[in-house]
């Protein structure tokens, strides 16, 4: 097949592929042609492809799950503003969770929490397991079985990345923020905001048991104290009627002792 013809072909099957394509799958398409083309042949278009895509808005770019064709990276501004749909926002929380992940693969979701020191809520490993940038490895050999996470072929995908040795090391990371112009950061997650709540909402329910606990504890004080009153007035009640009695008791005494006494007599001379 003429090389102009190849690369034609190969063009419109990259711009209306809605995935990566490898050279096996691209070589497939040319089963039922009489002159078709070698996979040297097809890898040998796509790099001239590459070269002559050079000056154009558009490119050929090679990741993990094959070649596809794409706007360049300077346009995505421009073609951004098609879809009214805004860009998916994540937490630098998330974004640090995948750095973890992509740098120290295998790992579990523990050692996740002892580098950066803060747990690692579940709304996370759930958004990242959905987008299909991690996958669960296996499971580690210790105590609960915890499972070890990894990156997909997605995850490079994404970041137009061919291979892991294309990460940038370490010391080349200076900020999170510029890991991928796309990923717009926000401090909380619905999985932040709603642990956030859980907080707010037992602190409410513990202000509240506090509040109880001060009420019914007024409320107890207050009993006692009427309480101790009422001893009181009984008992200032019983000692008056006691020196009310000793009193009248007295009197009958002395009523007696007049009864009893004789009168004297008087001599008339």
Not at 39 to 57: P, T
Not at 105 to 121: A, D, K, N
Request: charged share 30%; net charge negative.
């Amino acid at each position: 097949m003429e090389s102009a013809k190849l690369k034609n072909i190969l063009e419109a099957v990259l711009a209306t592929a809605d995935r990566p394509l490898t050279v096996p799958q691209m070589e497939q398409l040319f089963t039922l042609d009489e002159d078709q083309p070698t996979r040297d042949e097809i890898r040998k278009a796509l790099h001239d492809m590459e070269q002559e895509f050079a000056e154009r808005s558009m490119e050929i770019k090679q990741v993990a799950n094959g070649y596809r064709m794409q706007v360049k990276q300077d346009y995505a501004q421009w073609v951004g503003r098609l879809w009214e749909e805004k860009p998916a926002r994540y937490s630098r929380a998330l974004l640090e969770t995948l750095a973890l992940i992509a740098y120290r693969q295998p790992i579990t979701r523990g050692e996740i929490e002892e580098v950066r020191g803060v747990s690692v809520s579940s709304n996370i490993i759930k958004t990242l397991l959905e987008r299909e940038w991690i996958r669960v490895l296996g499971h580690k050999d210790v105590p609960g079985k915890p499972s070890l996470y990894g990156t997909t072929k997605e995850f490079l995908d994404y970041f137009n990345l061919k291979s892991l040795d294309q990460l940038p090391t370490l010391a080349e990371i200076k900020d999170l923020d510029q890991i991928h112009p796309e990923l717009a950061l926000e401090e909380d997650t619905e999985g932040e905001q709603a642990a956030g709540a859980e907080t707010t909402d037992a602190q409410a329910e513990t202000d509240a048991d506090l509040s109880d606990d001060a009420q019914q504890a007024e409320a107890t004080e207050a009993a006692d104290e009427i309480a101790q009153q009422d001893v009181t007035e009984n008992v200032s009640a019983e000692t008056q009627t006691d020196a009310e009695d000793s009193i009248d008791d007295s009197a009958e005494q002395e009523l007696e002792a007049d009864a009893i006494t004789p009168t004297p007599s008087v001599s008339i001379h």
